[in-house]
């Protein structure tokens, strides 16, 4: 069975009298262990496929499999409930709480997900580990590095063990010594640990590092 399979995906917005079709029908499938970019002018689609690929929005029209269960056709607290256990999702600019800690940001999706408090403690602080950041574990995001967040952000986003790990341009808002870290951290943790990521992204060094690009024009691949 695919990790991930999905055929002849639609979106369409609906705001007042206009109508947008940010997926115009798309299919292909994730295998445990791929490392998938997806590449492509803004506006071509690339966020709202990993909206719906991390279980966060739902396909106008189509079939979304994720380990088997069709995630077009869940009810609001189901999805929910794959959200919060199968998917990790890393977002551009990061999205830590600011009134928590780092160790604590990296711990709450287990938490949410009824993992006990001191087994989310020992995750956090071996994920921490991972990617670099024990040093940071008291302090607040806003006084540690863009790049450091974005380490925090991906032991957050894998803390709770998810199937897939979904990134929205993880390098897009880091400078260049920062972006390279963060994609050998995804590197690593895709080689070493065999998490499967699907990301967006504009860069090149990122597109270069994944086993497969899936280019999109238009709201379909290219
Ligand atoms: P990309 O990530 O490649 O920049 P998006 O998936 O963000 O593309 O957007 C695809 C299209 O859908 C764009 O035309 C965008 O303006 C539109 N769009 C995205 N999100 C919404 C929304 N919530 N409501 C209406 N239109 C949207």
Do not use: W
């Not at 929910?80 to 890393?90: C, N, P």
């Not at 063990?161 to 690593?188: H, I």
């Amino acid at each position: 069975m695919s990790l991930l399979a999905a055929s002849n995906l639609r979106k369409t917005y609906v705001s007042g009298d206009a109508r947008v079709a940010a997926l115009a029908g798309v299919s292909f499938g994730l295998e445990a262990g791929d490392f998938v970019a997806l590449m492509g002018p803004s506006g071509c689609g690339k966020s709202t496929l990993l909206h719906l690929c991390g279980a966060m929005d739902r396909p106008t029209a189509g079939q979304l499999l994720l380990l088997g269960r069709d995630l077009a056709a869940l009810p609001d607290d189901e999805l929910t409930h794959v959200r919060r256990e199968q998917v990790g999702f890393v977002f551009q600019f990061f999205n830590l709480l600011p009134t928590l800690t780092i160790a604590d940001n990296i711990a709450l999706p287990s938490l949410l997900a009824g993992v006990k408090p001191a087994e989310a403690d020992r995750r956090t602080r071996e994920l921490a580990g991972r990617v670099g950041i024990t040093h940071r574990l008291d302090h607040y995001p806003q006084q540690v590095s863009g790049g450091e967040m974005q380490r925090a952000a991906i032991a957050r986003a894998l803390a709770h063990q998810p199937a897939l790990l979904v990134a929205d341009e993880p390098t897009g808002n880091l400078d260049s010594d920062n972006g390279a870290r963060v994609l050998a951290l995804l590197v690593e943790l895709n080689r070493e640990m065999g998490v499967t990521i699907l990301l967006a992204t504009h860069s090149a060094d990122v597109a270069a590092a994944a086993t497969r690009v899936l280019r999109m024009k238009d709201g379909t691949f290219a």
